[in-house]
């Protein structure tokens, strides 16, 4: 093999979407056969949507990806499962580039990927993509907004992020533990950090727009509590430090909670004073936890009467699911050192690089 032939090769990717078939997929994989430069050898759609009798996905793929397409069945196990499917059957190539379904890669985005591939060193495990999250320019976000918008600073997203086979093959792929879209990520990148390899950031550009959510959406992502639970056994107390990931208001919601556990254990048992006491430290809480929702928000009246309800309902959410994650996750140990001798003696930050623009 001559040299060029051997740098394509080294270049060569396959992208894998895990999809539940939502409508955003027909976008998604639209931008990404419209952006210029070299595309990917292989398309692997996951289909993780639960039941039968559904849709073939063939149908949301443009002609010009319809020859390079397979769909896997995922079982509905979750994304991490999903994408460990997607990449063991991506073929033997170099890189495998993870996009969510709902992403839409920018107009140069294969270009820009083809330049990050040849800038990664021998030790880069995975690039980044930078990702922009639209916000709307004649109000203030919402709390839901302002969630998605998070994911724009997150050190490792997988989104749009391009792996390394070589690595995602020695550190065992995702922990299929991970259900959810949600730390299967950061626990990917703390062992592979763990085995010695780097992780970077690259030049090209991907949307990733807020997708529509219900009243609700702020209690059910409370199930995250659990899986916070497992990084915690997996990875240690300060895994948040090591990831660069946010801790969020675990702490004061089991403070909250309890407040009002023990206000109605005291009312039922006649304890009045103590009981109007921790309802109004209770009440204390909450209001201050909806006003800091509420306040960067665009105050309108249907975003302050949902942060009003979810407020009172987040904290005592966030508790169960915690509770719950410490029982399902009794038993989880810590990873062991990985037996190549890249693992690192002592706990130590992910290490990032920057690619040039």
Request: hydrophobic share 40%.
């Given at each position: 093999?001559?040299?060029?032939?051997?740098?394509?090769?080294?270049?060569?990717?396959?992208?894998?979407?895990?999809?539940?078939?939502?409508?955003?997929?027909?976008?998604?994989?639209?931008?990404?056969?419209?952006?210029?430069?070299?595309?990917?050898?292989?398309?692997?759609?996951?289909?993780?949507?639960?039941?039968?009798?559904?849709?073939?996905?063939?149908?949301?793929?443009?002609?010009?990806?319809?020859?390079?397409?397979?769909?896997?069945?995922?079982?509905?196990?979750?994304?991490?499962?999903?994408?460990?499917?997607?990449?063991?059957?991506?073929?033997?190539?170099?890189?495998?580039?993870?996009?969510?379904?709902?992403?839409?890669?920018?107009?140069?985005?294969?270009?820009?990927?083809?330049?990050?591939?040849?800038?990664?060193?021998?030790?880069?495990?995975?690039?980044?993509?930078?990702?922009?999250?639209?916000?709307?320019?004649?109000?203030?976000?919402?709390?839901?907004?302002?969630?998605?918008?998070?994911?724009?600073?997150?050190?490792?997203?997988?989104?749009?992020?391009?792996?390394?086979?070589?690595?995602?093959?020695?550190?065992?792929?995702?922990?299929?533990?991970?259900?959810?879209?949600?730390?299967?990520?950061?626990?990917?990148?703390?062992?592979?950090?763990?085995?010695?390899?780097?992780?970077?950031?690259?030049?090209?550009?991907?949307?990733?727009?807020?997708?529509?959510?219900?009243?609700?959406?702020?209690?059910?992502?409370?199930?995250?509590?659990?899986?916070?639970?497992?990084?915690?056994?997996?990875?240690?107390?300060?895994?948040?430090?090591?990831?660069?990931?946010?801790?969020?208001?675990?702490?004061?919601?089991?403070?909250?909670?309890?407040?009002?556990?023990?206000?109605?254990?005291?009312?039922?048992?006649?304890?009045?004073?103590?009981?109007?006491?921790?309802?109004?430290?209770?009440?204390a809480g909450t209001t201050e936890f909806a006003l800091a929702r509420i306040l960067p928000g665009p105050r309108t009246r249907d975003e302050v009467l949902t942060m009003v309800l979810t407020s009172a309902l987040v904290p005592p959410a966030a508790t169960w699911h915690w509770l719950r994650g410490r029982l399902a996750h009794r038993t989880a140990r810590p990873h062991a050192p990985y037996?190549?001798?890249?693992?690192?003696?002592?706990?130590?930050?992910?290490?990032?690089?920057?690619?040039?623009?």
């Open positions: 093999m001559t040299e060029p032939d051997a740098l394509a090769r080294d270049a060569e990717y396959a992208v894998v979407v895990p999809t539940l078939g939502r409508p955003s997929l027909r976008t998604c994989l639209q931008a990404l056969a419209e952006t210029t430069g070299p595309g990917p050898v292989r398309v692997v759609l996951v289909d993780d949507r639960p039941g039968s009798g559904r849709l073939p996905l063939t149908a949301d793929v443009p002609p010009s990806l319809r020859s390079r397409t397979i769909v896997v069945p995922g079982g509905a196990r979750g994304p991490a499962a999903a994408r460990n499917l997607g990449w063991r059957a991506a073929g033997d190539v170099p890189w495998i580039v993870f996009l969510d379904d709902d992403v839409v890669p920018g107009p140069t985005w294969g270009d820009d990927l083809t330049l990050d591939l040849a800038a990664a060193t021998a030790g880069t495990a995975g690039i980044a993509a930078r990702i922009e999250v639209p916000l709307p320019t004649d109000r203030r976000p919402t709390d839901w907004e302002r969630n998605t918008a998070g994911l724009a600073t997150a050190r490792w997203i997988t989104a749009d992020m391009a792996c390394r086979r070589t690595a995602l093959t020695a550190v065992g792929g995702f922990d299929e533990r991970f259900r959810r879209a949600f730390r299967e990520d950061a626990d990917l990148a703390l062992r592979l950090a763990d085995a010695g390899w780097t992780l970077t950031e690259g030049r090209r550009t991907t949307t990733h727009p807020v997708r529509p959510a219900g009243r609700w959406i702020s209690v059910r992502l409370q199930a995250g509590n659990a899986d916070d639970v497992l990084m915690t056994r997996l990875h240690g107390r300060h895994w948040w430090c090591r990831a660069e990931a946010a801790r969020g208001r675990l702490p004061a919601h089991l403070a909250v909670t309890g407040l009002g556990v023990t206000a109605l254990g005291c009312a039922l048992l006649g304890r009045h004073r103590p009981a109007w006491a921790c309802a109004t430290a209770w009440l037996p190549t001798g890249k693992a690192a003696s002592t706990p130590r930050p992910v290490a990032r690089e920057r690619l040039r623009s």
